[in-house]
């Protein structure tokens, strides 16, 4: 009998082995398969097993409560599905399984496929960064919208939007907002909007509906045109449970139309209750103000009784009464004493005027071009001359001229 001469595992051993081999090779941990669904088993615990087969092979499959939970349709035997999940080993039968996270039809997981492929290049570039959304308006006053001109979201909007703060413009760009065009008229209309001035944030959203139905919000050129705007974007696809590329990149994501009103905009009631509340803050603090203020007045009143106050009052209007009298006195004084400077200065004036000289018998001649006649030899005989009086004057004649030696 031969025994082994090298190390010896136990069953469960090789498990472990070989599930870690599994889990360190990425690709075995986010895996998309698709197959058709047999033994189908719903187990009170909410979890679902069934087996995935194609024509030549299969695979069994667990999706546990919570995924189970997340399912958007019932699971059928016979049903053509993808399943994304990772591959594991199920210890108790050493038997390899899916772990399914996501299961779905295969029509529709071929638009998943691509929409994970399209949002993982994205996420690369950087386009989901939050370093790059925009703050929103607190009090916008001119929102663009694009969406459908005829659907439910911009009735909804519009409603939302008179209800909460009527004050508020709206310019629309209608677009198509699903179908193959759909994308391209949404990316258009992003970019028109942004040429436009004065408006503070744009809506682009539109109704609730299937995957594909809302497949254009979930397409690279609508992803870039949201990227690149200038103007903050709210992505408003009214479907709750899925996620869009557009809800990714825009400034903020929310869940339904209506929703997206209710976040970008404030409640005018809750604004006037605000104001109120501000006002009555304000009469309360300006109240406080006075009663302090009235109430040191009156401390200061008690302690100067009422008498003392008439005898303060009275003292200094006898200070006043006492200035103006000394004021009187020294400006009566001050006029005295000016008022004999100038009897002075008058009598002064007085003895050098010639009036005063004509009054003492003196008199003025003038020859007869006016000039004052002071020697006999400034006229000739025969000339008139004008002799100025103290009162009067004479017109004479020169008969002749005689000068003292």
């Not at 087996?51 to 030549?56: E, V």
């Not at 959203?205 to 870039?224: P, T």
């Not at 008199?363 to 009086?389: F, M, N, P, W, Y």
Request: hydrophobic share 40%; with cysteine.
């Amino acid at each position: 009998m031969t025994f082994p001469t090298g190390q010896i595992y136990k069953v469960h051993e090789i498990t472990q082995m070989l599930q870690g081999i599994l889990q360190s090779e990425p690709i075995l941990q986010d895996l998309w398969l698709e197959g058709e669904i047999s033994n189908l088993g719903r187990p009170s615990s909410g979890h679902i097993y069934f087996t995935l087969k194609d024509n030549s092979s299969q695979i069994q499959c667990a999706v546990f409560r919570p995924a189970a939970s997340r399912l958007r349709f019932p699971l059928q035997n016979g049903d053509a599905v993808l399943v994304n999940g990772r591959l594991s080993i199920y210890d108790a039968r050493s038997q390899y399984q899916i772990i399914g996270e996501r299961v779905m039809p295969v029509g529709v997981g071929e638009l998943q496929l691509k929409f994970e492929r399209l949002k993982a290049e994205l996420a690369v570039e950087g386009l989901f960064d939050q370093a790059h959304k925009k703050l929103l308006p607190k009090f916008p006053q001119k929102i663009g919208l694009i969406t459908s001109a005829t659907g439910a979201a911009i009735r909804d909007i519009l409603r939302m939007l008179q209800e909460r703060y009527p004050a508020v413009e709206v310019l629309l760009f209608p677009t198509l907002v699903q179908g193959g065009e759909a994308a391209g008229e949404i990316a258009h209309a992003i970019g028109c909007m942004n040429r436009q001035s004065g408006i503070d944030l744009l809506i682009v959203g539109r109704g609730g509906g299937s995957i594909e139905d809302l497949w254009a919000f979930n397409e690279e050129v609508v992803a870039r045109a949201i990227f690149e705007s200038h103007i903050p974007i709210v992505s408003a696809v009214g479907h709750e449970t899925d996620v869009t590329i557009a809800d990714l990149v825009a400034d903020h994501r929310a869940p339904t139309p209506s929703a997206a009103v209710e976040n970008i905009v404030p409640d005018r009631e809750e604004l006037q209750l605000q104001l109120a509340s501000i006002r009555s803050i304000l009469v309360r603090s300006i109240d406080r103000r006075i009663d302090v203020i009235q109430t040191q007045l009156e401390n200061i009143q008690r302690r100067i009784p009422a008498t003392h106050r008439i005898d303060a009052i009275n003292r200094l209007r006898q200070v006043i009464d006492q200035l103006d009298s000394r004021g009187e006195r020294a400006a009566a004084q001050q006029l005295k004493g000016k008022r004999r400077t100038w009897q002075v200065v008058a009598t002064q004036l007085d003895a050098l005027s010639p009036l005063a000289t004509l009054a003492r018998g003196y008199s003025i001649c003038k020859d007869s071009t006016g000039k004052t006649v002071t020697d006999a030899s400034q006229v000739h005989a025969g000339e008139e001359v004008d002799v100025r009086l103290s009162r009067g004057r004479l017109a004479c004649r020169v008969l002749k001229g005689e000068i003292d030696v």
